[in-house]
């Protein structure tokens, strides 16, 4: 990673509020309209510049203060006016909280980009920029087509919010990540305005907040089937209603990747590209594993600069889609770097892809996983930690049913693989896992993709049809993405599941299993040729100078990021999770901020309704100065029975060590689908 401390422009920066027009939900200013707090860093000069938008629910004077100091001065130091904005309701900005990407969320990102286009600093054109939340709503508010909007960067975001997002995968709910995310937007929501910012009426503004608080988690399990409320916000409906010129930005390694096949496919050739590295869910400059990390500053102002600035920088002659082909790798949960090769595309799909069918061979064979199948699937999210990815999946494959396949010679993976299964099932409901392993003639297994289908969502995930007991059926469905190099002499391993805990929450019914029968089963494999039709470089990464957050040393032993704990006893596995989102931090302007959160997924082998998922966040924000001391704990809990979800949420938010707010939910969600 280099520094950059010199720029073609000196730069400024300054906090600001923006009035929007809609009128106040909830108003502490003056004026009476609802202000969103936005840090403005702009180069020094008298003409006006492009404006670049960043625009996120995550607290820009802590959360993502170190990240946002290493970009949005870069950006400005090359003639940009940098904005980053918190989202309604969060940070120090007014209004009340809503649900992720709502109507209002939405418009109010709209309004934000016409005010920065009619600022007197401005050239009246806006570019979006952002990493999960901020490119999910980068690309939500480009479908809504602002006349300033004239180009967007979204890395690490969906465009589908039902089947590619934290909620539902194959029609089947992510219990490690439904519950999970909906926890710890629990615990950002409840936090406090900052008194050095939002001034005298942070206190108001915490109470107001603190009462409307509703779990994330009632709505996302009350929409189990893909209806309308995850059709609003998913781009995928409609990609034509998107005007702006799209970079779409994703890693093997993240849940979302497969957003930018679709995206490359079904935008106009002339207004997206895509890039796909080896990376999890970071941008591709921070130099976290797995990289290797790339200049993608400079990448994104090649964007800005063409889009913005009329430049020919020549990004419209770089190939539509540049992936990453991974050699192959000994399984491991963390990897500095992935050995491979960049290849591009001149089209999605692909003329340089195409299919080899692997048809699957043997007799009939039952496949009824234990319940805690799934417990070295890796994390969801992995974000660059010791722990994230996957181990040797061994002790997975010999919990499912295994189809070996010879490979001849080299054998290049790039795209989305398919399965093909005959299935007969005793159980009107179910769920059928698919991964794809790499075998070295060591005998040790490395997970390169996967897939899931809840058998009820097997003809559409809009609609639930129970499988009719003792019927035999043929299920397709996908995997996710990948681009991978199979070498000669290792094995193609196809392993099948009827579980995958804590990823898939288990159907009431999910211990019976199924039979799979091979004759009529397959895996299909998009397999590229092994040419290199372009000459792919990035510059080496680089970014503006830290923030200087001080981490202070602690005496406490460091728990372990993810631990399995088995009861042979009882037959109960348990997960323990450190997300490791941050620990303790001093901030350059005195704040003093803790924050610990631990996630436990546990499950009886033999009993798919003894389920459960538990998140404890703790956080404490603290100002010496000020003699400001607040803290928010919450605890959040899912369990179920056959016909419902039992949830339980608890918040209690302190000042000064005296409880100001204490409040608990306990709801029944019928179970519909999953």
Known sequence: MRIRTSFPHETTHEDIRIPLAGGPSHAFGSGGGTRLY????????????????????????????????????WYAGHGYASVRVDVRGHGNSEGLPG???????????????????????????????????????????????????????????TDDRYDNDVHYMGGSALAVDLHAWAATMLAFVARPPDPEYAGL???????????????????WLAHQLRDDYWKHGSVCEDYGAIDAAVLAVGGWHDPYRDTVLRLVEHLPPDRVRGLIGPWSHQYPDRGLPPGPAIGFLQETLRWWDHWLKDKDTGVLTDPLLRAYVSDSHPP????????????????WPSPHVKTTTYGLRGAPVVVRSPMHTGVDAGRFFPFGNDADLPPDQRDEDARSACFEFEVPAETWVLGRP?????LTCEVPRGQVIARLCDVAPDGSSTLVTRGVLNLSARHGRDRAVPWTPGTTEDVTFELNGIGHAFPPGHRIRLAVSSAYWPWIWPQPESAAGFTLDPEGSALELPVREQELTDDIR??????????????????????????VVRDVAKGEWRLEVDPRYGGTRVYPDGLEFTEDALETYTIDESDPLSA??????????????????????????????????????????????????????????????S
């Open 201 to 219: 009426v942070w206190r108001d503004m915490w109470l107001g907040r603190l009462a409307e608080i509703d779990p994330f988690i009632h709505t």
């Open 612 to 673: 459960r998922t538990l998140s404890e966040w703790s956080i404490r924000l603290h100002r010496p100065e000020l003699g400001w001391d607040t803290s928010v704990r919450t605890r959040s809990e899912i369990t179920c029975d056959e016909t419902d979800f039992l949830t339980s949420n608890e918040v209690i938010c302190t000042e000064g060590g005296e409880v100001i707010f204490h409040r608990t939910w306990e709801k029944r969600i019928p179970r519909t689908a």
């Open 99 to 157: 649900d992720e990407y709502d109507a209002r969320e939405l418009a109010d990102g709209v309004e934000v980009v016409n005010w920065l286009a009619a600022q007197p600093w401005c050239t009246g054109k806006v570019g979006m920029f952002g990493i999960s939340w901020g490119g999910f709503n980068s690309l939500q508010i480009a479908a809504l087509a602002p006349e300033p909007l004239k180009a967007i960067v979204t890395v690490c975001s």
């Open 332 to 347: 491991a949960t963390v990897y500095d770097t992935l050995p491979g090769r960049w290849v591009g595309e001149p089209a």
């Open 418 to 422: 398919r399965v093909r299964l005959r």
């Open 538 to 563: 990035f510059e080496e990464p680089e970014e503006a100078e830290p923030l200087g957050v001080n981490h202070p040393a602690t005496l406490d032993e460091p728990r372990p990021e993810r631990l």
């Open 38 to 73: 936005a840090r403005v860093w702009r180069p020094v000069t008298d003409e006006p510049v492009p404006a670049l938008l960043e625009y996120l629910p995550y607290r820009l004077t802590d959360w993502t203060a170190p990240r946002d100091a290493q970009r949005h001065p």
